[in-house]
């Protein structure tokens, strides 16, 4: 049928479960977010927030991507993907202030800015080298600065500093920063061989980049939901 995924599309395949995942996942962490104590209320209303975000921006994108094929030239959705990035990407990173505020660790606003502003710095970058609003390779390096001040900051500045002295929070932080490390290393590999070297195909990609964020997001927010969980349980 024109205009509907086809069976043999697995790049729409992956678009259509991870939107899906989106969604239950946004019920989920809405809903254990009424039963954690009231200091990881924010935590999980801010998990749900990501993939309710994420959701909303992933119907956009399945139906860009379906549209492409059709029209025989498959394309990335980069705005729509970036979009999404600017909003739950934050989030995601000041996820690591929040914590440990919420577990009373000692950790002053420069943490979140530094966060919030590494943060920034990565994906704009990363947005005007692939809209080719600058080179390439330059979008890349603006890209990787702020994602080194977010590694520093979480491996060796003050927040991770502040989670080494509390263990309560020291088990999921060590996850997260994990996570920020290794999980995200795929985006700036698929910009490399994607988009400086050609030699990854978009169908390829938007898989990759897929279950990126199925893992970045969901697995991100079922960390934070398990030690609020904990912690609630001790109180």
Request: no cysteine; hydrophobic share 55%; proline share 2%.
């Amino acid at each position: 049928m024109e205009g509907m995924l086809q069976a043999g599309d697995f790049v729409g395949v992956s678009f259509w479960l991870v939107s899906v995942a989106m969604v239950a996942a946004t019920v989920f962490f809405f809903y254990e977010g009424m039963s954690v104590k009231k200091e990881w209320k924010l935590s999980m209303t801010i998990a749900g927030l990501v993939t309710l975000v994420a959701a909303i921006h992933y119907y956009y994108m399945r139906d860009y991507w379906v549209a492409s094929v059709i029209a025989g030239t498959p394309d990335s959705p980069i705005v729509y993907r970036y979009i999404d990035w600017l909003i739950t990407v934050p989030l995601l990173m000041i996820e690591f202030f929040i914590i440990l505020k919420a577990v009373g660790a000692s950790i002053s606003t420069n943490s979140f800015w530094r966060l919030l502003v590494g943060t920034l710095v990565m994906l704009i970058g990363g947005f005007a080298g692939e809209l080719m609003l600058i080179s390439a390779s330059l979008g890349f390096i603006i890209g990787m600065v702020g994602w080194a001040i977010i590694i520093w900051e979480i491996f060796g500045g003050e927040a991770s500093k502040a989670a080494e002295a509390n263990a309560g929070v020291k088990s999921a932080f060590n996850a997260l920063r994990l996570i920020v490390l290794v999980g995200w290393a795929i985006y700036p590999l698929g910009y490399i061989f994607g988009y400086m070297m050609g030699s990854v195909d978009s169908g390829s990609l938007n898989i990759i980049y897929n279950l990126a964020d199925f893992v970045n997001k969901i697995l991100f927010g079922l960390i934070i939901w398990n030690v609020a969980v904990r912690e609630s349980s001790d109180a």
